[in-house]
């Protein structure tokens, strides 16, 4: 079965600092898509970026990006410039034939 | 504008009733997923459909069960059978299989059993 850990429960960053989110996953597949979702207070869930495990070039979405290396299993999401609105929870999902998600790292934002 | 709709957002039952949860697409998607999330966990998934009059069990399906009549709806009855149902549900749709469609969200149920 798949599996997905995100092995840091809470994170906390300065304002227009950087910071990075881990996220491990374990599966036999080949083919297959890794997502970031993040869910802030309100607790809509919504979609940061997303990886196909084909492509060897990383995903960059405006100040998000993700490092991924498939041989290691490994896929973390880099948040450039920290702004006070991306406080959130984020999730870490693998996605073949369905999404399975991580546990999820609570992000603060200091002022 | 095109979305899903959960409803209602908070509800509240007495132990031993069974629950419907309500969720609606007009995003024409073909695939529907329930999830369910707990305090400090990551969403589990209890049930998903890819095609009209079709749907599998999830990772926690027991105690649930789902119908998929029409494209748009994907209702979730939470059973007396299901030991722990006070939760935050999730309902999602894509336009396809997770492989190559992310996932759109509704707002979910919080739902209190007691």
């Known amino acids: 079965a798949q599996t997905v850990t995100q092995s840091q429960p809470e994170m906390s960053v300065q304002e227009a600092e950087t910071v990075t989110l881990s996220c491990t996953y374990d599966t036999s597949e080949s083919d297959y898509y890794l997502f970031w979702y993040k869910q802030p207070p309100s607790r809509q869930m919504i979609l940061v970026i997303r990886?196909?495990?084909?492509?060897?070039q990383n995903a960059t979405e405006n100040r998000f990006s993700v490092n991924f290396q498939k041989a290691a299993k490994s896929f973390s999401l880099k948040i450039s410039d920290s702004q006070l609105g991306d406080a959130a929870m984020y999730f870490c999902a693998w996605g073949a034939q369905k999404l399975v998600f991580g546990q999820g790292t609570r992000l603060t934002i200091n002022p | 504008d095109g979305g899903i709709t959960q409803s209602p957002k908070y509800l509240f039952r007495k132990e031993g009733q069974n629950v419907t949860l309500s969720c609606e697409q007009n995003l024409n998607h073909d695939a529907m997923y329930w999830y369910r999330q707990d305090p400090g966990q990551g969403l589990r998934l209890i049930y998903y459909s890819h095609i009209v009059n079709d749907f599998q069990k999830g990772d926690i399906a027991e105690g649930y069960s789902v119908s998929r009549e029409k494209k748009e709806s994907f209702p979730l009855t939470v059973t007396s059978a299901q030991k722990n149902p006070t939760a935050f549900y999730l309902c999602a749709s894509s336009q396809g299989v997770p492989y190559n469609s992310p996932l759109h969200f509704g707002n979910g149920t919080r739902l209190t059993v007691t």
């Open positions: 990886q196909e495990a084909y492509k060897q």
